[in-house]
């Protein structure tokens, strides 16, 4: 149950967002997301989405192994 | 001059030649990332990763099902629950077995998927499980708002919303390091972290992705050896320091913190969340009074102290012999993000 989804957004709609998410669809709620476009990550828990992902993980890791250094 | 080669996460892994080290995890997502990309297998032999008290199903206690059960079958009310309830063994009965026994359960995806239930079903009165920790605790919240604002009877939550802070402070003294969850901490920021890190206690929030573990282990190894406490957010494409406000304000609205039972680890203050007074409308138990109930696990189940992280699955004596995924006897066998059903799931893994 407890488990994120990453999703691209579709289309954006009174406090509802269509996601794609490897394929699959759905509505999710939109309510916790201001400015969410068609084209952005989200990630989906249980119906909603809770976050905006605003990178991928290559430059994510990237950045934090250079830090350690 | 000679250029130094970058350090991959792997090469900093398999580099370690640093102190014992216990690493926690504490989301049944990651429990099972880890196990199902062979992580495990490459960690050197100094560390030990445990699985925490993550698994929102695994935690919930034995007397929420049984007054699931009750509602279900003495009450008549339709249950609408996440799929990895309708398994879990009760004091009597799973809430399967309560199907069998003419029960209605409805499975669902969202909370906001049994809102839509219940208003479609104006004859049926329906009750939402609503357990999980501040990842899912924002739906059930909007779905309460939703069905208050379009003065819906018919459905109610049976709450048993948790949260992470109190349950890190329980475990601090079982691991050296946390394995922060990572989409808790993108809803609530990583303030408690911050807070566990003034009291000593070290750890890292990360992602799911391999890069994003490796990279997490990479730098555990690292700055472990070093002897300072310290916290990292190694998730920052979607953790961000002060989470998401929006998400606070809706679950600060609709609950309110108690204490609450977890699986294992018994009654813990401030851990829990239940509905404010304005609510009360929604609050199954206060709806349908029902009665205190005091749940029985299996004796032999060990799920407790794998939720602590004091013994592991395979130490149980249930493990893969009476229990297994087709027929769990305790939590962690059920759901999909328990330490047992990982450990069953990948065996040939096992460390």
């Known amino acids: ?3 994120g989804l990453p999703a691209r957004v579709m289309k954006v709609q009174d406090g509802m967002a269509l996601v794609d998410a ?7 709620s939109a309510a916790l997301l201001d400015e969410l476009d068609p084209g952005d990550y989200v990630m989906v828990h249980a119906g909603m989405a809770i976050a905006k992902i605003t990178d991928d993980d290559t430059a994510e890791t990237d950045d934090i192994l250079e830090d350690l250094n | 001059m000679v250029s130094e080669k970058k350090q991959t996460a792997l090469d900093i892994i398999n580099a370690y030649q640093g102190p014992k080290i216990r690493i926690m995890e504490v989301c049944g997502t990651h429990t099972h990332e880890i196990f199902r990309q062979g992580i495990r297998n490459i960690l050197p032999p100094q560390v030990d990763v445990i699985s925490g ?24 009310v339709t249950i609408c629950t996440f799929g990895d309830l309708v398994r879990v063994p009760g004091t009597k009965m799973s809430l399967a077995d309560a199907r069998s026994q003419g029960a209605k359960i409805e499975v669902v995806y969202s909370p906001l998927d049994a809102y839509d239930y219940a208003k479609k079903h104006p004859a049926e009165a329906v009750v939402f499980l609503a357990v999980g920790f501040e990842t899912t605790t924002p739906p059930s919240c909007l779905a309460v708002l939703q069905a208050k604002q379009d003065k819906l009877t018919n459905f109610s939550l049976l709450v048993a919303n948790k949260t992470m802070p109190m349950a890190y402070e329980a475990m601090k003294n079982n691991a050296d390091v946390f394995l922060y969850p990572g989409h808790v901490d993108a809803v609530m920021g990583t303030k408690d972290c911050e807070n566990m890190l003034k009291e000593g206690v070290s750890g890292v929030v990360t992602g799911f992705t391999a890069k994003e573990l490796l990279t997490a282990f990479a730098v555990i190894l690292t700055l472990f050896p070093k002897g300072k406490p310290f916290f990292r957010n190694c998730y920052p494409r979607v953790v961000k320091p002060e989470g998401s406000p929006a998400a606070q304000k809706l679950i600060k609205k609709v609950m309110q913190p ?3 039972e977890w699986r294992g680890l018994g009654i813990i203050p401030q851990s829990g969340l239940e509905l404010r007074d304005e609510y009360a409308a929604f609050d199954a138990r206060k709806k349908y009074n029902v009665p205190k109930m005091q749940g029985r696990a299996n004796p032999a189940c060990r799920c407790g102290e794998i939720l602590q992280g004091t013994c592991k699955p395979p130490q149980c004596p249930l493990f893969g012999k009476v229990c297994t995924p087709e027929h769990p006897v305790g939590a962690c066998m059920v759901s999909h993000e328990g330490a047992c059903s990982a450990y069953y799931l990948y065996g040939g893994n096992v460390r």
């Open chain 2, 258 to 260: 108690c204490a609450t």
């Open chain 1, 22 to 28: 490897s394929g699959a669809k759905r509505q999710v």
């Open chain 1, 1 to 3: 149950m407890c488990v």
């Open chain 2, 53 to 76: 008290p993550g698994c929102p199903v695994c935690v919930t206690p034995v007397g929420y099902i049984d007054e699931a059960v009750w509602l279900a079958l003495q009450q008549g």
